[in-house]
């Protein structure tokens, strides 16, 4: 019984105690009025420490902040799945900054077919060196025309010495770029690493051609300013006199606008001494001829000029893929080189895809021989490897967790409670002081 009543109670005493607390109690006179004040002082600090607790639970809930998440050591499908989710703040850091191009680039090219033809074969250039010049006719020594014989192997040589140069300037050049490093501190988004792989690798390409360009215009400089003398009396007339002096003189050809088995037609005068490389004269091809019409075949697409090199890389390549052509070149020769039968020489194939058409050889050498440039393989998958990030951090902004907004209350209340304790006393001391002075000026007055 005493038990129940003590429960019945309980509510009472619990209201009296609340009623009655006084958080502000202190040691001075005991009176009404001073009682008063501290229980309401006391109310006062409950409400706005209830205030404060309330708002200050709201601003750390509702009010959302940047967090900064860090994955160790992700896989490259982590980072593919990251970066799709948060690409505008993903940042992975690299544990290796520099990384060989050769890692994750590969970079081939393939040389026009004509590098790989029987024109610049062994086997054909070895037959073409066993042919004796002296063996051509001197009446195919005329101001307007020479024998392909004349000039015919040191054609075929030409193009296999710039196949040659072609490779090995590309095979060096390559050799420097895919040991170039690779600088950067971050792993690179995909997109962005094809766009700047892409860039890098067309550059390297750009530079490979102007660099071997630079030295297609300094040989064709040497070779037009040098005036090389040429045998077999191209680009000057060397005679030996009866008393062993050698005499060197100017020659003056005459340019073929038309030529027939019954007529030739000739334009004006020209001469190596004054014009240069643009003196030039007919190539035909002969076989069992007597005289200078009786040729098999006039040679439009290869001139003779003055400077070789010049009349070589301004001829056409059309002729490159007409069996005539070919079986014409290889029976002018069989018709003076009987120690070994001529090679078996075919046009290059006409249905292989090509960039180049109807165009001079000097277009090809521009472009350094080379059909195609294979650089689309980049692979993303290995530069991430070698990258090996370190760890991915990307920022996101959410509400913090319950638990962190707990501890986080609790943490600033004991603050408020400390600053409120301060506060409400020293605030209410006052504005007493105020009224009870204002108090003493109303009593005096009326007095």
């Not at 799945?81 to 590969?106: G, R, V, W």
């Not at 893929?321 to 194939?349: C, D, F, G, R, W």
């Amino acid at each position: 019984c005493v038990t129940i009543n003590r429960l019945r109670l309980l509510p009472n005493d619990i209201r009296q105690k609340i009623v009655n607390l006084n958080l502000f109690e202190n040691q001075t006179l005991r009176t009404p009025t001073n009682i008063f004040r501290e229980l309401l002082l006391t109310r006062v600090f409950i409400l706005m420490i209830t205030i404060l607790f309330i708002a200050t639970g709201f601003y750390i809930y509702f009010v959302e902040q940047n967090q900064i998440v860090t994955i160790k050591h992700p896989s490259l499908v982590t980072y593919e799945q990251l970066y799709n989710d948060h690409s505008a703040t993903l940042q992975c850091p690299c544990s290796q900054i520099s990384i060989s191009y050769e890692k994750f680039l590969n970079v081939t090219y393939i040389l026009h077919q004509v590098c790989t033809s029987d024109f610049v074969s062994p086997k054909w250039l070895t037959y073409l060196a066993s042919f004796d010049p002296t063996l051509v006719p001197s009446w195919t020594e005329t101001r307007f025309s020479r024998d392909f014989r004349t000039i015919g192997a040191s054609y075929f040589q030409f193009l296999a010495s710039f196949c040659s140069l072609s490779q090995i300037n590309i095979n060096d050049a390559l050799n420097v770029f895919i040991n170039t490093k690779f600088i950067n501190d971050h792993v690179l988004p995909p997109s962005l690493f094809v766009q700047q792989t892409q860039a890098m690798i067309e550059s390297f390409i750009d530079s490979t051609k102007n660099n071997f360009a630079r030295t297609l215009d300094w040989i064709h400089i040497i070779f037009t300013t040098s005036y090389f003398l040429i045998g077999r009396n191209i680009n000057f007339l060397i005679t030996v006199t009866d008393d062993h002096q050698v005499t060197v003189d100017n020659i003056i050809f005459y340019s073929v606008s038309e030529i027939t088995h019954e007529s030739i037609s000739i334009n004006g005068p020209c001469s190596c001494e004054i014009d240069g490389p643009f003196c030039t004269m007919l190539d035909l091809l002969y076989t069992n001829g007597s005289n200078i019409l009786d040729f098999q075949q006039a040679f439009d697409e290869l001139r003779i000029s003055c400077v070789l090199l010049f009349g070589f890389t301004t001829g056409n390549i059309s002729w490159w893929y007409n069996i005539t052509y070919l079986e014409n070149i290889q029976a002018t020769y069989s018709m003076v080189i009987h120690s070994q039968p001529s090679p078996n020489i075919k046009p290059l194939n006409a249905s292989v895809p090509t960039q180049f058409g109807n165009v001079q050889l000097l277009d090809l050498l521009y472009e350094m021989l080379v059909e195609t440039w294979t650089h689309n393989e980049t692979y993303y998958d290995k530069f991430y490897r070698e990258c090996a990030p370190i760890s991915c951090s990307y920022r996101i902004v959410q509400r913090r967790d319950i638990i962190v907004v707990l501890l986080l209350l609790i943490s600033v209340c004991g603050g408020i409670n400390r600053g409120l304790q301060i506060f409400v006393p020293f605030v209410g001391k006052f504005i007493f002081f105020c009224i009870n002075r204002w108090k003493n000026r109303n009593d005096w007055h009326g007095k």
